[in-house]
């Protein structure tokens, strides 16, 4: 007996290391995943490369589109940059913010606003490979049409638009291009577009107009305005539509007459179908969410005028 208990004893605690070794490990805590931040302002980037998506025009306002990469230089911090990348973009997927005034101020011009945004649509947008959406703005900014690549339901939306009250200008800038026009990613895959068509004034929004400029930079948005006014004196409404086209690459459009609308949106059109897009690495790379300034030249050709954004907001990492 003396014996006999040991041994068992032994067989039992064999038994179970034998068993422990056939049981798997037990899997490790599961980590939560990492929180989201909720700044409203971030937007995922590439936070190697800028993309510049810009066009060239003579003097007498026409479209050059025969240049090359080795026709550019990209210059930075009074550095030289290296184009990693050149093209010129004729099919890149177009994502496109109408943004309508339908305040009072603009009530008795805007039928034919509508009719003259609605050929524009019809005319600009490729089944199965553009976007567009719709936001309408008075008091408040609202999402009329999400962005879709149906252009008879945008139509739809634009002529079932009516005027009054207020204007936040700004606002439907903001929301446009942080909720909607920056989602599809990577950023160099689409041409981004606000087209803004309004007087300008702005007496509703939360946001400022250099809040609502610097989430269109952020967002890589150009932005083509098309002034209602039509008393023929420069306003302060259109000093604030010159200054977001001028921010953002794009251009503004001052039509003496609303006859003259569809022709602004013409305009808009054939711009959309001559840009170049070139990419480089900054040379030093930065990481400070901070905004960078750039030049872009044509080389030996002053006569040139390149309509380009004026820099980048580099991701803080």
């Excluded at 049981?23 to 980590?31: I, N, Y």
């Excluded at 606000?194 to 939360?206: A, K």
């Excluded at 010159?242 to 921010?247: H, L, P, Q, S, V």
């Amino acid at each position: 007996m003396k014996v006999w208990v040991p041994l068992a004893a032994l067989c039992v605690l064999a038994a179970a290391i034998l068993t422990a070794q056939q049981t798997p490990p037990a899997p490790p805590p599961k980590q939560e995943a990492a929180p989201q931040s909720d700044d409203p302002t971030r937007i995922i980037v590439d936070v190697t490369r800028v993309n510049l998506l810009f066009t060239v025009m003579d003097k007498k306002g026409r479209f050059v589109t025969d240049l090359t990469k080795n026709d550019f230089e990209v210059v930075e911090n009074k550095r030289s940059q290296i184009i990693q990348e050149f093209s010129a973009e004729t099919d890149l997927p177009l994502r496109l913010g109408i943004l309508i005034d339908t305040s009072n101020s603009i009530r008795d011009r805007f039928k034919f606003e509508q009719e003259a945004a609605s050929e524009f649509v019809r005319s600009v947008m490729r089944s199965n490979q553009d976007r567009a959406m719709v936001v309408s703005f008075d008091s408040t900014a609202e999402l009329v049409s999400d962005l879709i690549a149906d252009p008879v339901k945008t139509e739809r939306a634009i002529r079932d638009l009516r005027p009054g009250g207020g204007t936040a200008l700004y606002d439907a800038v903001y929301f446009a291009c942080r909720d909607k026009l920056s989602q599809d990613q990577p950023k160099t895959k689409f041409r981004r577009a606000i087209v803004i068509l309004s007087d300008g004034d702005d007496n509703q929004s939360r946001y400022t107009r250099d809040q609502a400029i610097e989430m269109a930079q952020r967002a890589d948005v150009v932005i083509y305005t098309i002034s209602t006014n039509i008393s023929r004196t420069d306003t302060d409404g259109d000093k604030v539509l010159r200054y977001f086209a001028e921010k953002t690459g794009g251009r503004p459009y001052f039509p003496f007459k609303v006859e003259d609308l569809a022709q602004s949106f013409e305009n808009i059109q054939n711009e959309l179908t001559h840009q170049y897009i070139i990419l480089y690495r900054p040379d030093p790379l930065k990481t400070d969410g901070l905004f960078h300034p750039v030049e872009l030249r044509v080389k030996g050709h002053k006569e040139l005028n390149v309509r380009v954004r004026p820099g980048y907001y580099a991701s803080r990492m």
